[in-house]
């Protein structure tokens, strides 16, 4: 951490979260300052999914904030995150986003490492012809790749820079875990992925996964054809120390008087679907929710949208640029009936997604207008002031204001 950066003074300007000063999507100190006190501080990163390494020698680069890592499975099955930068020049050892290796071997000078980052091998180590070489006390047991600690929760892969971090179940807290174990009740296999760059600050994107009200509003979709209307059964929850939530709606049985009676303005009779089987909703986990989205701070989405199953992970790329990777999700035993349902299905999301493209988009408005004043403010008084859950209603940015509950508590401001 730079001198600068190590002396940066940023005090919150209000007692409380329901404002938030425009600087903290702008100022290239305070994001310098994130990488350390959050990313690599006491949170769990989301790192990859365990059915993407399922065998020894399997790997996948990935980040937890700007720091690059390698998650791989070792030959005894278990999985390691190591940050992807050899110990000696601090070059990248993997390149490729994903693979299946013996060892991992950085190209610039051949230092190799096992799959749990083992420093195993250093060319001309004994020099040649008995000239050069390593000093005879280089401890080589010293000078392995970092390691992360690792906890898999349900198939999903999460990485720790800190022991201060508590267990993950903890983290997040057991109601939202339990949302975790609904969604994922079967082994998992990856459909495909899609990412795209957003031209906006990284908590942008995560404060507008936790604003469950815009979806009414912004995604005209979502009203038009009932994936998420505001007089849907359903709620917010939120952890006991606020920093992770999940925002549901459910469906419920009325027939179709229920659309007539909405007080947000429907387009239903102005738009149709000529295929109307990508709103099909097989109901597959056991209840009626049509719509889930939880976060897991600083950097998780998980996302179920009828049968739109998916993960999305959040990659910081500087102040102004945030990049967006999205996992589309399966079963194993899904049939082909239902892989082509959740192919249909996830039209809805993804970068040029019927829902999610409007997302794509406002976030950088907001990052535009943000520079005109830094000391202004961005206001969330939906729902009060207060962080607590809302049962029945999800217009309230209570969830947002948790946002910045845990990023202020990480960032000690």
Same mark, same amino acid.
């Given at each position: ?15 409380? #979260? ?30 990859? !999914? ?39 020049? *601090?070059? !990248? ?9 013996? $060892? ?12 749990? +980052?083992?420093? #195993?091998?250093?060319?001309?180590? =004994?020099?040649?012809? %008995?000239?050069? *070489?390593?000093?005879?006390? /280089? ?18 892969? /999460? *990485?720790?820079?800190?022991? =201060? ?7 997040? @807290? ?67 120390? %606020? ?18 009676? $909405? ?42 949208? !009828? ?9 910081? =790329?500087?102040?102004?640029?945030? $990049? ?23 039209? !809805?999301?993804?970068?040029? *997604? ?5 997302? %794509?988009?406002? %976030? +950088? ?18 729902? @009060?002031?207060?962080? $607590? ?6 217009? #309230? ?5 948790? /946002? ?7 960032? +000690?401001?």
């Amino acid at each position: 951490m730079s001198s600068a950066v190590a002396s940066f003074d940023f005090a919150w300007p209000h007692e409380d #979260t329901s404002r938030a000063p425009f600087r903290v999507y702008t100022d290239p100190d305070l994001y310098a300052l994130e990488q350390e006190r959050i990313f690599q501080g006491p949170v769990w990163n989301f790192l990859a !999914l365990t059915c993407e390494i399922p065998n020894p020698g399997d790997y996948k680069t990935t980040f937890a904030g700007d720091a690059p890592i390698i998650v791989a499975r070792a030959q005894d099955g278990s999985i390691n995150a190591l940050v992807n930068r050899c110990a000696h020049k *601090g070059a !990248l050892v993997c390149y490729k986003p994903k693979g299946n290796v013996r $060892e991992f071997n950085c190209v610039y000078h051949n230092w190799t490492y096992d799959l749990a +980052g083992n420093l #195993t091998g250093i060319a001309f180590k =004994k020099g040649v012809g %008995g000239k050069g *070489g390593l000093d005879a006390d /280089f401890q080589q047991g010293e000078h392995g790749l970092q390691r992360l600690r690792v906890e898999v929760y349900n198939g999903l892969i /999460f *990485g720790t820079f800190s022991e =201060k971090t508590p267990s993950f179940r903890d983290y997040i @807290g057991a109601e939202l875990a339990s949302n975790i174990d609904r969604v994922f009740i079967k082994p998992l296999k990856v459909v495909g992925y899609h990412c795209q760059v957003l031209p906006n600050n990284w908590k942008l994107y995560a404060e507008n996964n936790k604003d469950s009200y815009h979806a009414s509003l912004l995604h005209v979709f979502h009203n038009t054809f009932g994936v998420v209307r505001p007089n849907m059964g359903g709620g917010v929850k939120i952890s006991d120390d %606020g920093w992770h939530h999940l925002s549901y709606t459910q469906r419920e049985s009325l027939g179709d008087e229920v659309v007539a009676k $909405e007080k947000v303005r429907s387009l239903q009779e102005q738009y149709k679907l000529n295929d109307v089987t990508m709103m099909e909703h097989k109901l597959e986990l056991g209840d009626q929710i049509t719509n889930a989205i939880q976060t897991v701070f600083p950097s998780l989405v998980v996302q179920q949208i !009828l049968n739109a199953l998916a993960v999305r992970q959040i990659q910081p =790329k500087g102040v102004d640029r945030t $990049e967006l990777v999205w996992t589309i999700l399966g079963f194993e035993d899904d049939d082909a009936s239902m892989q082509e349902l959740r192919l249909k299905v996830n039209n !809805l999301v993804g970068p040029a *997604g019927l829902i999610s493209m409007e997302d %794509g988009c406002v %976030g +950088g408005w907001v990052q535009r207008a943000a520079k005109a004043d830094p000391d202004a403010m961005t206001i969330m008084p939906m729902g @009060g002031k207060n962080i $607590e859950a809302s049962l029945g209603s999800r217009v #309230t940015e209570a969830a947002v204001r948790g /946002f910045w509950k845990g990023w202020r508590e990480c960032m +000690g401001v």
